[in-house]
C-alpha cells in the first residue's frame, strides 16, 4: 500500500526522487494528507467539480477524490479510511490496473467505466454488512431504471440488463472487537468502455450503458451524482434499521428469485434449486427438488433456466 502512494506521489510531482528513495522516513500521515492534492485536476473526464455541479446528498461525496489511474481505489478507500477520513468519502479512477472482483477473481477497468469506492462507518454489527452490499445493487439498479433501462439485479449485487452483466460491487469491512470499523463499498460499472477491449470470457456476458442508451456517449459525472443520491437514500434505511425495507427494493429489482439458480459457494461445492427469497442477512434462500430449503451466504449465482 505505501509502495502505491509512493508512486503516485512521485508521479504527481508531489514528492521528489531522492524523497521517494528514503520512503522509509515519510510516515503514512504524511502520505495521507499529501494524497488530498493527488489527482486533482489530472483526469480526464471525471472531475470533482462536475460531480458536485450535479450532487445532492447530504452525507455521500462530501469528500471526492480523483485519479487519473491507480491499482484499485478500494486501496486507496481502505488507506484513507485507516487514516481517519469521514464517512462518505469517495475515492474514483478512471482506470484501474489491479482492481478486485468478488470471490478473488480480478475485475477489468480500462477506461470508459466508473470505478469507485464508497467510505461508510455504520454503527452496526458486523453480521448486518453483507446488507450494504445489496443496498449497493439496489442504488445501481435504479439509477438505470431512472434512465429507462431495464436493469436488475443478479444475487447478491451483480446488476444485469436483459441477461447481460453492467455492474458488479466488492464490499469490504474492517472489523475490530466484533465492531464494523468501516465499510468499503466498491462499484465497478461499465459506461462507455468498448466490450470488444474486454478479455474474450467476459465479452460474450457484459455490456454497456452507452451500448444500452445508445447515446453516443454517458455523462460518468451525472451518473456518480446520480447514484450517491440514490443510495444515500437507502443507506438511510439501513442507519433506520427499515431492513424490511431495503430488502423489498431489492426484490422488486431481482433478476434472481423465481427462477432456477445454481449457486458455487467459495470451496467449489454447488447447490441448485428455486431461488424463492432472501432473508434480513442478504442469504439467499433456495428450495431444492428434494423439498428442503437452503440458506446461502454467498457464492457466485447462475440461472439454469
Ligand atoms: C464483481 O466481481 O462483480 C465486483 C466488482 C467490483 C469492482 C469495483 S471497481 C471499484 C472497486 N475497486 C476494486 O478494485 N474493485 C471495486
Redesign the pocket.
Known sequence: MKKEMTKLLLEYGIISSEEAEKIESINEETIAKSIKELGFNQTENITQEKIEENLDTEVLGKEIYCFRKVL???NIAKFLANHGSPEGTIVISEI?TK????SG?K?E?PEGGI???IILRPNLEPAKASLITLAAGVAIAKTMRNRGIDAKIKWPN?VLIEGKKVS???TEANITFNKLDYVIV???IDTNLNIEDLSEDLKAGATTLHDEMKIEKVDENIIIADLLKEFEEIYKLYADQQIEAILKDWRDNSDTIGKYVEITQALGQKSIGYAVGINKEGSLIIEKTDGTLEKIISGRCRAIE
Open positions: 484499485s481505489t478500494n484501474q482492481a478486485r472482483g468478488r477473481t475485475w477497468s470505478w469507485m469506492s451483480d458488479g460491487v466488492l466498491g462499484v465497478g
